[in-house]
T-cell receptor, first 114, second 111 residues
Framework: GAGVSQSPSNKVTEKGKDVELRCDPISGHTALYWYRQSLGQGLEFLIYFQGNSAPDKSGLPSDRFSAERTGGSVSTLTIQRTQQEDSAVYLC????????????FGPGTRLTVL | KNEVEQSPQNLTAQEGEFITINCSYSVGISALHWLQQHPGGGIVSLFMLSSGKKKHGRLIATINIQEKHSSLHITASHPRDSAVYICAVKDSGAGSYQLTFGKGTKLSVIP
C-alpha cells in the first residue's frame, strides 16, 4: 500500500514568510510524528499526535512552530516568520497504535530559508 | 534526557567485510531502533528491539540492556549498504513515546 507522503518535497522561502508543510500518513496509522534534520545534525523530535489525545508539543523549538492533525489523518506543520536557522529537512513518520510498533518515515520536505 | 552516542561517525569498508556500528545511551529505555538513511534522504526502519538479538538477512542487531549498548552488524557488506545508520531510543518513562536519535554513522562500502 501507499507509504507516508509529504509535500512539497522542496520549499524555498524568504526570511520572515510563513510556510506550511503537509504529511499524509499511512491509512489507519493512529500515531504521527514530525522530526527535523538540520545539516550535519541528528534527527530532532518536534511533535507527536496519537489519536484524539492532546499532542505532545515538547519538541517544538519556538512558538513560531505549530502543527495540526485534522480528522486523525493529514497533518500540517506551520512555521511562521521563518528564520534562516529553520532551514532543514522536515520528516514525518506514522505508526499503528501501540508504542512498540515500527515507525514509517516519509521522504521529507527540504526547507531552505533565504 | 537520554544521550545517544554512536561510533564510529564515519566508516569505510571494502566489499565483503564484516561491519559493526555501535550505539550507547545514558538512561534506561523501553526500545531501541536502528534506522537506515540513504543518500536520497529516505529513512527505513531496520530493527526495533528491547532485548537480545534480531537478524534480518545480512543484518544483525544486538542489545545489552545492563550495559546500555547496542550494535548493528552487517555481514558480507556490499556497496548498496552504503548509507547513514541511525540509532534511536525510546525512554522507558510512563507515557514516553518520543525517540532520541544518535547523529548517525556514515558507511561507505567500496567495491
Amino acid at each position: 500500500g501507499a507509504g507516508v507522503s509529504q509535500s512539497p518535497s522542496n520549499k524555498v522561502t524568504e526570511k520572515g514568510k510563513d510556510v506550511e508543510l503537509r504529511c499524509d500518513p499511512i491509512s489507519g496509522h493512529t500515531a504521527l510524528y514530525w522530526y527535523r534534520q538540520s545539516l550535519g545534525q541528528g534527527l530532532e523530535f518536534l511533535i507527536y499526535f496519537q489519536g484524539n489525545s492532546a499532542p505532545d508539543k515538547s519538541g517544538l523549538p519556538s512558538d513560531r512552530f505549530s502543527a495540526e492533525r485534522t480528522g486523525g489523518s493529514v497533518s500540517t506543520l506551520t512555521i511562521q516568520r521563518t528564520q534562516q536557522e529553520d532551514s532543514a529537512v522536515y520528516l514525518c513518520a506514522s505508526r499503528r497504535g501501540g508504542s512498540y510498533n515500527e515507525q514509517f518515515f516519509g521522504p521529507g520536505t527540504r526547507l531552505t530559508v533565504l | 534526557k537520554n544521550e545517544v552516542e554512536q561510533s564510529p561517525q564515519n566508516l569505510t569498508a571494502q566489499e565483503g567485510e564484516f561491519i559493526t556500528i555501535n550505539c550507547s545511551y545514558s538512561v534506561g529505555i523501553s526500545a531501541l531502533h536502528w534506522l537506515q538513511q540513504h543518500p536520497g534522504g529516505g529513512i527505513v526502519s531496520l530493527f526495533m528491539l528491547s532485548s537480545g538479538k534480531k537478524k534480518h538477512g545480512r543484518l544483525i542487531a544486538t542489545i545489552n540492556i545492563q550495559e546500555k549498548h547496542s550494535s548493528l552488524h552487517i555481514t558480507a557488506s556490499h556497496p548498496r549498504d552504503s548509507a547513514v545508520y541511525i540509532c534511536a531510543v525510546k525512554d522507558s518513562g510512563a507515557g514516553s513515546y518520543q525517540l532520541t536519535f544518535g547523529k548517525g554513522t556514515k558507511l561507505s562500502v567500496i567495491p
